[in-house]
Structures are given as C-alpha cells and as structure tokens.
C-alpha cells in the first residue's frame, strides 16, 4: 500500500507552542485522524482539542488523564512537554502506540545509552517504534548537512549557526539564559546546563559516523557581550554592562581536528550589543568548509503565526512528517538513519486555515 492511501490516528501530548502547531496539523491534514489529546493544565482539561488549536471542533476532549490516553487505540503519539519523561515514553511505547518525541533521544551516544536500552526494550514488547525530532538538535544540525555534504568531494569542517534574537521575539528564556547578568559571572557559571553539549552531541555522532567517522572528543567556549546601554524588554530591563548576547560555541573533534561546531548566538536585539555579531539573520545557517564550499541559511521568517516562533513550527512538523514514515518502519529505535528518505505525506493542495489563531501566548526561542 501506498502511504498515500493510508490515514494515521494520532494522539497530542502536551499543548505548548509545538504541541499546540502540531494539534492543529492533525486537526486540518486528511492523513491524521486525531484520537487524543493530553494537556497538563488543568483549565485545559475538557476542552475540545479545536479549541486549543484555534480551529472549529472536532469531538475530541483534552484530557489530563494519563489512563485514558494509555488506554486510547492510536498509531503515533506526538509528545510535546516540557520534561523530558522517558518512563511515560516506554509505557506509550508498551501500550502499542509509536512515538516521536522533541525531547529526543535523537541518535545512541553513551550519554543516553540506558535511555535507548528502555526504549528498545518497550518498543520489543509493543512492537512500535520511537524518532526522536526536532529542529536543532533533529535537523539543522544533523540530517541537513548530511543531505547537502552528498554532492560535494571534500569535507573539512561543518559549522551549523542558531542565531536567536530574543529582544524580537521576548521569551522566559532572557531570564532562564541569564541576560542581565554580570558578564564575568555568567562566564564562570553559565546558564547553560552542563550537560547541554552532549545533548546535542547526538545530532554531531550522527553526522560522524554516518560519514565513517566517530567524534572523539567535544570541546566547549562561550564569549559574552554586554549592553551598551539599558536594554528594555516586555518583562523587565537588561541593564547597561550586564549579559546582553551569547555565543556558545561547541566542538565535536576527529582525531585531532575539528569535525563539526555548533554556534548558538543568542542576543537581545543588534543595536546595543557592545560588540556587534556577524552571525547573520535569525535562524539557521549550514556552512561547510571543503569542496565546493556550501552554505545554506534557514532565515527565520519575521512575522509570528498567532504568536508563535517559526522555530516552534519547524519543530512541530519534523516530528509530524515523520510519523507515516515511523508507523511503517519495523519496530525499535529510528534515528534519521534507519528512517532514510521519507516524503512528507499530505502536505500538498492544503489551503491556508480560514480561521482561528494559535492559542499559545508565549514567545519563544
Ligand atoms: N529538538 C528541538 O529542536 C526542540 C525545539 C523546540 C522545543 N523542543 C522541546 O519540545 C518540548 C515542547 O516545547 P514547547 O516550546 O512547546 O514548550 P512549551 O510551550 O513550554 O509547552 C510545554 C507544554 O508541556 C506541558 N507541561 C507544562 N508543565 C509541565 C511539566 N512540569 N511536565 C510535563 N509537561 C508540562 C504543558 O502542556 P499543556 O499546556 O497541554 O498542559 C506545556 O504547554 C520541550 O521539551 C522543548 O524542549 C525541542
């Protein structure tokens, strides 16, 4: 049979920004039918998942009860929330539903090892399958430069630029990343989580070894600029010489070069920067240094849809398009590489939605 053919019933698990993009593809795309949707807010409990998706109603209720969704006959579940919870993954995963999840994992590394040991584990008894997805790490980083590496004969260094402006876009993270900072006290102690670069030194293994490689080593800097200026935001003020742009900087290494950096340039606005950044627009870059050199931008666009990031979008639907494909494939863990190429299915002669925005009201990175 042809994927075409077949529809997908699909459960929403969590209703955020991603969640919420996601909820309302299901809703507006024939090849999904939508089964369930689960939510953490109680205010959300009952409503009718067209609702929090911002489009007429389907007959469908939000429900925060997990036994419910446990118990709903579905394909795929789409999971959204904010923590990651690979114990809820398995059971989903054992109650015969297939998973894509954004919190990853995206690709085995040691890091993760048992979390992809459970996971294999609860795909066996069900007989599902699990992706991880997402725009970075889950594409920009790691099936992007693969893809556009194939037609070139040299490959020295790939850089992969997230570039976010958060006074365009304000968000809780300006608090969470630590803008207002003291500069020399965020340099000792970033904001950052420790384990940040291995977390995406998953999407780094995948790119190295499908090339025949390994990263052998990963290596980290971050360089802050301050605010010339008071830097005013809907919730608060950067003040004048505190953390006003980061640059995290992460290299993975192969036998004592480097293979591939990730740069993470996060900054509230260009005009008070102490230093300005020729880290181009917001969004993704792909450089890749060898022959041709190639490069290729994801710019973000500068519209919001209803309020919500295109970061959010891209997101959502790297793990929406790939649901026919992971419904498909033979159970166990699919990173990019067992899933291959995979067309998109459904996607075509869909017009705008008429009505209806997103209910999301926060911005986001
Ligand atoms: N890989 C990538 O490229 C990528 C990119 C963006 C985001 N993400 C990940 O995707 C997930 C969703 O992102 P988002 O931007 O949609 O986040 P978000 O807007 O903060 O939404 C997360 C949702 O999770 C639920 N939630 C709230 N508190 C929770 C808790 N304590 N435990 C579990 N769930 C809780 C809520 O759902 P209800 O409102 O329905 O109750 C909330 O709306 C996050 O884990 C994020 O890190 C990955």
Redesign the pocket.
Known sequence: MRMTDKTYRVIQW??????TIALRHFIENPIFELAGVL???AS?AGKDAGEIAGTGSTGILATDDVETIIATRADCVHF????QDIEMVCRLLRSGKNVVS??GPFYPTDRCRADLEAIEAACRDGATSFHGF?????FAGDILPLTLMRVMERVDHIHIYEVVDQLANPSNYIEIMGFGRDCEELLASPSRQPEAPYFFAQSMALVAESMGRTIDNLTTKLEVVSAKRDIPYPGGVVKAGTVAGQHYEWTGWYRGAPLITYHFYWKMGDQDLSEKWSCGDTGYRIVIEGNPPMELTMPEPKTTEGGVRY??LW?AMAGVNAIPALCEAPPGFASHRELGVFGPQGLTGRRPAQSGTFS?P?L?P
């Open positions: 969590a209703t955020g920004k991603v969640g939510v953490t807010d959300k959204a929330p904010a923590r954004a919190l997402g725009i970075h790490p889950g970061i959010s997101t999301s926060e986001e």
